[in-house]
């Protein structure tokens, strides 16, 4: 009788202590992910050309379970406009142990940021934020044409301790093609692409010249894009609190039953 009366006295305490116990507290940890060009540095050389078309297109994409957002389709937002002005599609949903944000903007640049941080749950979260222009164009003339722009990349991953996970891309990519039979298109990019994990943290940064040359011959006609991608995830994947209490009180459930067997 006393050996049933200790083994339910000990599984009525390890049951209140799983309930009364606080809820695990994690360091806030984030991922951070900047793509930007800097359409001032917009260079046009070699044959001269008309412009027949211009749009400019912001994506701002969001996923966070902990928000209601699900795990399917993310939410999503995105405009156009026929011109080279500046359009914005941005995106935020968080409270005070997740969230993500992002944003895409084509004013003076073309901007894409992305976020996700975690502050204090088991709560994965994701975004990510494109913004691009493009145009088409007829050739005026025989000749080379030379298109350049400058970019600026950076990432910000930040973890604090064991089973913490962040994840970020930043991408910056110029490209030019020509029409027809011979059509062909070339391309010049540059991306960061960074992880960091239990308890590591860490900055890169990077800048340089995008730059697409492309011959052409009178009236053919042709394609250019610029775009900015960038994307965060955070992903923490601790051993609750409660998990443990619950291992170590069953240890000491069948620790103290074993002793009183070998006793008996």
């Not at 142990?97 to 502050?119: H, I, M, R």
């Not at 994990?197 to 730059?211: C, H, Q």
Request: charged content about 15%; aromatic content about 10%; overall charge negative.
């Amino acid at each position: 009788m006393l050996k049933k009366a200790i083994l339910l006295f000990m599984g009525c305490f390890v049951w209140l202590a799983l309930i009364l116990a606080p809820p695990a507290s994690h360091a806030s940890f984030y991922s951070k992910s900047t793509a930007r060009i800097d359409w001032s540095s917009l260079s046009i050389s070699g044959i001269e050309i008309e412009w027949t078309s211009q749009e400019s297109h912001p994506i701002a994409q969001i996923q966070d379970p902990n928000n209601q957002t699900g795990w399917g389709l993310p939410l999503k937002k995105d405009d156009w406009t026929a011109s080279w002005e500046e359009r914005e599609a941005s995106l935020s949903v968080g409270n005070t142990q997740s969230g993500a944000s992002s944003l895409a903007n084509t004013g003076t640049s073309l901007n894409a940021e992305a976020s996700a941080w975690s502050g204090g749950g088991d709560y994965w979260a994701w975004s990510q934020a494109d913004a691009l222009r493009s145009g088409t164009f007829t050739a005026l003339g025989d000749g080379n044409l030379t298109i350049s722009v400058d970019y600026y990349l950076s990432q910000d991953l930040h973890t604090d301790s064991a089973g913490q996970y962040a994840n970020g891309t930043a991408y910056a990519s110029l490209g030019l093609s020509r029409h027809g039979e011979d059509g062909l298109m070339i391309c010049d990019e540059d991306g960061l692409y960074h992880k960091v994990y239990n308890g590591v943290s860490g900055f890169w940064e990077d800048s340089g010249t995008l730059a697409v040359t492309l011959k052409f011959t009178k009236d053919q006609e042709g394609s250019f894009l610029a775009s900015v991608k960038s994307c965060a995830e955070v992903s923490p994947v601790p051993v609750p609190s409660t998990i443990l209490l619950f291992a170590s009180g069953l240890a000491g459930v069948f620790a103290i039953g074993r002793k009183r067997a070998l006793k008996g």
